[in-house]
């Protein structure tokens, strides 16, 4: 989710910079994204990394407790059975059923609220005292908003956790293995997909997971991300649309 945040961020900047850099030398012009509007336009990233985060947490929580919490840590666990789960849980996150307590509203993206604090809430938030930068940064979150909030970037970001949860999968079944040969050697299995591991085990081998691909310098991962075709063609499509040349015109005007 961060990364495709702040693809979708750096692209629409840039299409600013661009138009600003056209634009120079023009007499009237004032810039669309000057310095100071682009620092506290990307310090929005910070929502995320907060209040977005914290709720992306206990809601991941509730829908764990939902999908496993009546399973013994004792009980053993197939691969194919952990990528069930892992699926129910993803369901349950990423598609909540509408109620009170569901972030969806109206037809905006599920996962849209953790990403970009919601107009509303700008607005408030920064209600007294608005300056021209302010102006000028609220304009840009409510554009980058309708792109959260587009079918396209729903597809992209799904495709970005797919692939995620594809390659942790891809991971975990290497700690299956073992399993897997010590049971053929006793004849009790045939396939990757009858061995299990208790609860009690997966869940740190899963901890670790997590921690080594986050700490991983360069991040392959975040470079596989970055590296689809899906990704930069949305990206593609985002600074074109912010730097064509009927913007420029509208804003010489």
């Known amino acids: 989710m961060l990364v495709v945040l702040l693809r979708v961020q750096l692209n629409i ?5 661009y138009l ?56 053993s666990v197939s691969l194919q059975e952990l990528e069930k789960y892992l699926g129910e849980i993803r369901e349950q996150v990423e598609h909540p059923c509408n109620s009170s307590e569901s972030v969806i509203i109206a037809n905006k993206s599920p996962l849209c609220w953790y990403l970009i604090p919601d107009e509303e809430a700008t607005l408030t ?15 840009i979150l409510n554009e980058t908003r309708d792109m959260l909030e587009s079918t396209d970037f729903s597809t992209v970001l799904n495709s970005c956790l797919n692939r995620g949860f594809s390659r942790l999968l891809d991971n975990m079944a290497e700690f299956f293995k073992p399993m897997e040969e010590a049971m053929t050697q006793n004849g009790k299995i045939n396939s990757l997909s009858d061995a299990k591991l208790p609860l009690a085990k997966i869940i740190p081998i899963i901890n670790g997971q997590i921690h080594s691909t986050c700490s991983e310098t360069p991040s392959h991962f975040v470079q596989d991300l970055l590296l689809m075709d899906q990704v930069k063609d949305f990206a593609a499509n985002i600074y074109e649309a912010f730097s064509s040349p009927q913007q420029l015109a509208m804003r010489i005007q």
């Open 13 to 17: 900047i840039g299409g600013y910079i």
């Open 125 to 139: 938030s920064q209600a007294s005292g608005l300056t021209e930068k302010d102006l000028t940064t609220l304009r």
């Open 20 to 75: 600003d850099n056209a634009a120079v030398g023009k007499n009237g012009t004032t810039p669309l994204a000057p310095p100071d509007v682009q620092q506290q336009y990307l310090s929005s990233i910070e929502h995320l990394l907060g209040d977005g985060l914290n709720e992306l947490i206990t809601v991941v929580k509730k829908a764990v407790q939902n999908v496993i919490g009546s399973l013994s840590l004792k009980q």
